[in-house]
T-cell receptor, first 119, second 109 residues
């Protein structure tokens, strides 16, 4: 069992960088999971942002690839996402999630954190 | 980028059966898309129901099943319960990225 908890600023100014962290408990960040970020604008559907394997391999949503990066911090057992040049369209609930081996996509989810982009 | 399409909404009677589908603009959905399904209730995080086309988790109610149906992935709910009213999302591996469908709102009425 893996537990995930997002943390972030709540409010980000337009054109700035959104930074979120996901604390992992119940297993090591160096275990064979794909650590993933997903977002959901208010009243809309889910959008996959990207994923990273602990050894450094990553995949990103092509529509966000130029603005997003995911990293893993083994010393703190957490992973993070940075999204730069944000606009109001980036306002959403951001979820961290973990994919287990054998294609168990997004088996574990955090509770989500609302990020509002506004001046 | 590939577009993944689901029915926007479906209604099922209590105890009835409903099938949700998940289509890809890139062509027929096959096992290489590794389809998975998620349930989301209002105010909650999504919950994984199905992985790799037709595999269930230990917590997935037995009334849920999934398959590849024609050129789509499908999720079938047999014996719908009031607590199954939720939004359901499929997720497909589409050439280097994962893509969610737009979601299907299932009403049990």
């Amino acid at each position: 069992q893996v537990w995930l908890q997002e943390s972030g600023p709540g409010l980000v100014r337009p054109s700035e960088t959104l930074s979120l962290t996901c604390a992992v408990s119940g297993d090591s960040i160096s275990s064979d999971y794909w650590w993933t970020w997903v977002r959901q604008p208010p009243g809309k559907g889910l959008e996959w942002i990207g994923e990273m394997f602990h050894r450094g391999t990553s995949n990103y949503n092509p529509s966000l690839k130029s603005r997003v990066s995911i990293s893993v911090d083994k010393s703190r057992n957490q992973f993070s996402v940075n999204l730069n040049s944000v606009t109001a369209a980036d306002t959403a609930v951001y979820y961290c999630a973990a994919t287990s081996p054998s294609w168990q996509q997004l088996r574990y989810w955090g509770q989500g954190t609302l990020i509002t982009v506004s001046s | 980028q590939t577009v993944v399409t689901q029915e926007p909404s479906l209604t099922v009677s209590p105890g009835g059966t409903v099938t949700l589908t998940c289509a890809s603009s890139a062509g027929a959905v096959s096992s290489v898309y590794h389809p998975s399904w998620f349930q989301q209730k209002p105010g909650q995080a999504p919950r994984a129901l199905i992985y790799n086309a037709n595999n269930i988790y230990s917590w997935t109610p037995a009334r849920f099943s999934a398959s590849l149906l024609g050129d789509k992935a499908a999720l079938t709910l047999s014996g719908a319960q009031p607590e199954d009213e939720a939004e359901y999302y499929c997720l497909l591996w589409c050439g280097g990225a994962w893509v969610f469908g737009g979601g299907t709102k299932v009403t049990v009425l």
